[in-house]
């Protein structure tokens, strides 16, 4: 009966978004004690009212008036604003028929906003995590310098202009808010403060949508460009394509953000995988296309949407190979991020935090703390330039010594973890196509030698589902210090030595 409702509500909603809106008043993505997005790109405000009404806006010295026209809504667009406040923005409302009406934004900050964008594991709230309680207490020492709001979970068949009421309204981070809210979002933002002191307030979204394919999130015109088609086993509890992103992304590209984190993947491993790579590369492209300002540059570099995402973590139970390849189409098939194809891309991986007891299941693992700290280390390195961080990890240089053996060599300081005879967390794939973990002949300071088969085709590093226990993968990075990021998941063949 609820779910009846709740249908019927939405419903509702999505035809009232089909009518004129008469009456005036602000689209509901304005609130006050809301954050909008700070130089050098602009804020717009926009409403609906009466065709043919006069709209005035007044903020600080900035005034402007428009008339109506016969869509009945009304705009502006800011002038850029540095980060701060709180501020007030007033718009007025005059009919021809004498009416005046008013509507007044109080509160507002400016700073830089981030959606949170994903399935269950961008959805898992701080209540959910490890050491839950002290994460939450550390997190509201944030709270001058953190805003959020929280979208609610929905669909549509058609793009509409205004989300579906908030689950959360925009405010200053709030004790009650905490728990309930994305922790790898939480996370990422406080660990983002931590890495930059001077950096400006945070402004959250929450977007999520649980157990979502990607097709669900990309517009139609990614659809046409990829030629995605609906796999026949569609319908599994699957979302339709383009329907998460008609009803919780379309309606906050009128206005502008800073950037993307995204985790997103699970339901695309048995599932259009073959396109995935298009998808997602192109889904980077069309938000930063879409977004009001998306493309106006915020750094002397020129970047101007930085779309950070987490690569799919343990999937225990689930073909090696499949979950392999989508690690791999992540980074559009070039195994690191950014890559040629869009150097705005920032990763973190999760291969190896692998959560034995997570009682949501293995995939959903519970340690966001590491995946948000390597998120945002990524992040500032690249636009900070603090090379003290990582932004990938270890990326080998191999040899075939011979038709039996292999030797990798690192650039830079790595830990091994294991000795001859262990595994090596590499991978051959023999003549009949299978995979093998290749085990460890030597092991020095900076190489690692492994025995393969001789008539092995393909090499790969990291080729399982669930490549190792948490935190125990064979190679990590010590370059600089001791919890450095693991090294990258990679594939290519393998020719026979001279």
Known sequence: MQNLLLFSVLVAYALLQTCDAQSFRLSNTFQSNMMLQQSPKRARIWGYGQIGATVLIS??????????????????????????????????????????ESALL???????????????????PMKDIL???????????????IW????????????????????QAWSQLKAENVPEFSALCLLYATRLLDQVPDHPPIGLIQATYASSNIEGWISTRVIDVCNTTQSPEFGQGLVEESSIWNAMIHPLTSNSIRGVIWHQGESNVQY??????????????????????????????GWYFPFGFVQLGPMEGENDQLVSDLRLHQTFDTEVAPNNFNNET?????????????????????DKQTVARRLAHSFVFLYYDRFDLEFVGPIPSIRRDDLTMCTVTYSWQVQFNGQAGDPSGFYFR?????????????????????????????MAY????????????????TDRGPDGLPAIIMSFPLFKSP
């Open 272 to 301: 259009n995988l073959p396109y995935y790579t298009c998808q997602f590369k192109n889904l980077t492209f069309d938000w930063a296309d879409t977004f009001f300002d998306g493309t106006v540059p915020t750094t002397p570099e």
């Open 131 to 145: 050491d839950s309680a002290t994460e939450i207490a550390n997190v509201m020492q944030y709270s001058s310098k």
């Open 346 to 366: 920032f990763m973190a991986p999760a291969y190896d935090l692998y959560d034995s007891s997570s009682p949501f299941g293995s995939v959903y693992f519970r």
């Open 106 to 124: 109080e509160n507002v900050y400016f700073g830089d906003i981030w959606l949170c964008a994903g399935e269950g594991n961008m959805e898992l």
């Open 59 to 100: 903020f600080e010295q900035f005034s402007d008036s428009v008339t109506i026209g016969g869509n009945a809504t009304w705009s502006f667009v800011m002038p850029a604003h540095v980060s701060g406040g709180p501020h007030s923005i007033l718009i007025e409302h005059n009919a021809r028929i004498g009416l005046k």
């Open 462 to 477: 990291g080729w399982s589902a669930k490549p190792c226990d948490y935190k125990s993968c064979p190679v990590y990075s």
């Open 148 to 167: 959020t709001a929280k979208l609610q979970p929905s669909t549509a068949s058609r793009e509409l202009n205004e989300p579906y009421p908030y689950n």
């Open 430 to 458: 023999r003549s009949d196509g299978v995979w093998v973990e290749a085990p460890i002949y030597n092991v020095t300071s900076d190489t690692l030698t492994y025995m393969i088969e001789e008539t092995a085709t393909d």
